[in-house]
């Protein structure tokens, strides 16, 4: 079964004998389900490309077990599942495949420690703000983030962004890293926002050291100063000042 959006293409089969028609209706479904979820992050983002994604349906998986096919990045990105088990949902594989079709885009650049924090935050921001069409800081996420933010919070975390992962936990980690990109959108503009998640996820990067170089290049900060005019100072201090503000109670 195949489906597109735009750039993203999806492929879904069955790796059994004789696929049931519920099974095949799942391919259909799932394979539908995702060209729409990711081709709706590929057009925010503005990407000219999109690696593939290939989904292979087993039986012998857990409603929420993945697995990573390992292909290369210019293969695109493969996983496998059983879309028909008991509590299979949609959603978790999207945000999955979210993931790793962006990591493949760049080659792996947008994991690299330096750029990480973009990535866990766009992960937990795009969802929380229904894609970018609601405020994705609300009370609740604005406590989560200042409980899971350092008291020195700064540059040195963001360019050491796996240390703080490593000691905060990686759903803390995401949630502080979202409300940044949420604090941008809020206090310089959505279209700001817009611009430098395009810059920092949306080109597809050579896996070889003509990417690395140009990442070198254009660091997380030239590229915050570029599409918004802030700097980096101007974000941390704007993100410290949000997550301080006291909730008012609303009669």
Avoid at 144 to 160: E, I, K, S
Avoid at 166 to 193: C, D, F, N, P, T
Avoid at 220 to 248: C, F, I, S
């Amino acid at each position: 079964v195949e489906a597109q959006r735009g750039v993203v293409r999806v492929l879904a089969a069955a790796a059994v004998d004789a696929p049931s028609r519920a099974e095949t209706a799942a391919l259909e479904k799932t394979a539908r389900r995702t060209a729409e979820a990711l081709g709706a992050v590929a057009e925010y983002l503005g990407c000219r490309t999109f690696p593939p994604v290939f989904i292979v349906h087993r039986r012998d998986f857990g409603p929420e077990e993945f697995g990573n096919g390992e292909m290369k990045a210019a293969q695109g990105v493969l996983v496998r599942a059983n879309l028909t088990g008991e509590g299979f949902r949609d959603s978790a594989l999207q945000a999955w495949l979210l993931r790793e079709a962006l990591l493949a885009q760049s080659s792996g650049l947008a994991g690299r420690e330096r750029n990480a924090w973009v990535l866990d935050g766009f992960l937990w921001w795009w969802p929380q703000s229904q894609g970018g069409r609601v405020e994705a800081l609300d009370d609740a996420a604005r406590a989560a983030a200042r409980a899971a933010m350092p008291a020195d919070f700064g540059a040195t975390h963001l360019r050491a962004w796996f240390s703080l992962r490593q000691k905060i936990g990686e759903e803390k980690a995401r949630a502080l890293a979202g409300s940044g990109l949420a604090v941008l959108a809020q206090r310089r503009g959505a279209e700001s926002q817009r611009r430098f998640l395009g810059a920092m996820l949306a080109p597809a990067r050579p896996a070889d050291v003509r990417g690395w170089v140009r990442d070198v290049w254009r660091s997380p900060a030239a590229r915050l100063r570029a599409a918004t005019g802030w700097n980096e100072a101007d974000l941390l201090r704007e993100w410290r000042a949000a997550l301080a503000e006291e909730t008012v109670a609303k009669p």
